[in-house]
């Protein structure tokens, strides 16, 4: 059932059974689905393509949908370009994942093959080796015995026979103990990591070659070089971008510090205006109070002298309250006294009150 769904999806999608307005809304944006196998649009599944099927190094099969209908949407889309370099950086790495796993076995073989060599010179052939040696050595020896035994009894024909099978069973132990001897080398696949086979060098590398394994990781080393090539010129793209809107963000930061630099140099000449305004204003009070003062001054000394002019400086208790009375209606003038006090209109009228003064002492006495 799960395959024929997936085979109904990758052919017509798999919003297929949605109704109209939901169809229309998905349509040309259905490849960027969860269910939709990513490295197949890009052109690439390990997985989907069974590279090891039924080897030591099966990557088991792909569970999403490879949709044809999908790679072409995915083809179609002007979003093309920005899911592709994201879809490639993920592969890249699986990818660089499968071929650190070819290195290791690279590696794991070349160490097998060292600590086989290394044995061969401390003690000779494997247990293995030893193992099958003697048996044949063992099976030699028993045909020899019987060829005897025949030969005595007088069945010379089957003393002959079993003579003959025992020198092939010595000289194959001796031949199998010489190779066991040999020292292993350049065995091992550089691309793939697989021991080759002995004998024949260059039919075990052609059959080699020709098997799944060494295939599919070819395929793969393939791959990878081509998408770590892509993936470059995105980085060093992605890179001038950044770099862009760096400079875009210094230029905008300089703007805004040569606007506060003009802010500020246009302050002390602001701050300097208004203090040379209140300077002013302030020599303007002075000058008031100045003024106000000197007056003041000048009218007490006019009082002075009518006292002084009428010869008589005893005061009662009632022309104190009288002249204070008359203070008190000069002082609503103060201001006018002021501004008249360098004019002679004003000493003229504080000659005049000091006349009435007077007449006004002469006519009590």
Known sequence: MDDARKLLDSLMGSHRNSDRKTFMAKKGQGFKEDNICKYHLIGFCPQYEELFHSTKRDLGHCTKVHSEAMKEEFEASPEKERYQADWERKLKAYLEDLVRGADDWVARERRNIADANRMLEEGGPNEVARG???KLNDSAAELLAAAENDAEAGNIQESKMKAEKAEDLKKKATEYEDKAKLARIDDVCEVCGSRMESGDVTYARFKHQEGKVHVGYVKIREW???????VRAYDIRDEKENEAKREARRERSRSRRGDRDRERTKEPKDRDT???????????????????????RDRDRDR???RHRSGDDSRRPHDDRDDRDRRGDRGGDRGRDHRDDRGGDGDRDRRGRGGGRREYEERRR
Not at 224 to 230: G, M, P, Q, V
Not at 289 to 296: A, C, I, P, T
């Open 274 to 296: 208004g203090g040379r305004a209140a300077e002013r204003a302030d020599r303007g009070d002075r000058g008031d109070r100045d003024r106000g003062d000197r007056g003041d």
């Open 304 to 306: 002075a002298a009518g």
């Open 224 to 230: 990878l070089a081509e998408l770590r090539t892509r």
């Open 132 to 134: 099958e040696i003697k």
